[in-house]
Antibody
């Protein structure tokens, strides 16, 4: 079981960034996928969750609603997270993480991607 | 300010035991399972405990979890220098409809 994320990105303030997370080694559509970020020297911050099977709504943390979009491509077993209107406060490492239980958002995150560093700077 | 409250740091000597607390409310810990994560310096978090007290395969029994009411605790026995890391608790919050984390606890093995 593995989650492999796309490479580091640098963006200017006001731009958007799209981070990818490719899953392998398990049934992609059976497990929800979380997105979590970590600013430099800070703790973990949950951004939202997507059901790769397409059933049910995608849930976003209130802080990011209107600015984040999570999508999935079942043909490539990949989930994407796009964040728009970037500011310097969005500089962070972004992680995808698989939900531990099949078909559930509960219970925790058992497999994590390696992280993608997003730097927002003018 | 995190929804779940953890001590910023704890420390103990090699071979000793340490506990890390995680305090919440009825909308999160009080009515949902708690999970714990270990983050070694410069790496992604790893899954340590789920469903309050269950260990994923490969996690040694030196690590344990418990929950009582609106608080949870991570215990680590037989401390090793390799256990030096940040530890985070997390759970679902029914009021926020979101996953919430503690602010993290830095463990130092003296």
């Amino acid at each position: 079981v593995q989650l492999v994320q796309s490479g580091a990105e640098v963006r200017k303030p006001g731009a958007s960034v799209k981070v990818s997370c490719k899953a392998s080694g398990y049934g992609f559509t059976s497990y929800h996928m979380h997105w979590v970020r970590q600013a430099p020297g800070q703790g973990l911050e949950w951004m939202g969750i997507i059901n790769p099977s397409g059933g049910g709504p995608t849930t976003y943390a209130q802080k990011f609603q209107g600015r984040v979009t999570m999508t999935r491509d079942t043909s490539t077993s990949t989930v994407h997270m796009e964040l728009s209107s970037l500011t310097s406060e969005d500089t962070a490492v972004y992680y995808c993480a698989r939900s531990v239980r099949p078909h559930s958002h509960l219970g925790g995150m058992d497999v994590w991607g390696q992280g993608t560093t997003v730097t927002v700077s003018s | 300010q995190s929804v779940l409250t953890q001590p910023p740091s704890v420390s103990a000597a090699p071979g000793q035991k340490v506990t890390i607390s995680c305090s919440g409310s009825s909308s999160n810990i009080g009515n949902n399972f708690v999970s714990w994560y270990q983050q070694l310096p410069g790496t992604a978090p790893t899954f340590l405990i789920y469903d309050n007290n269950k260990r994923p395969s490969g996690i040694p029994d030196r690590f344990s979890g418990s929950k009582s009411g609106t608080s949870a605790t991570l215990g680590i026995t037989g401390l090793q220098t390799g256990d030096e890391a940040d530890y985070y608790c997390g759970t679902w919050d029914n009021s926020l409809s979101a996953v919430v984390f503690g602010g993290g606890t830095k463990l130092t093995v003296l």
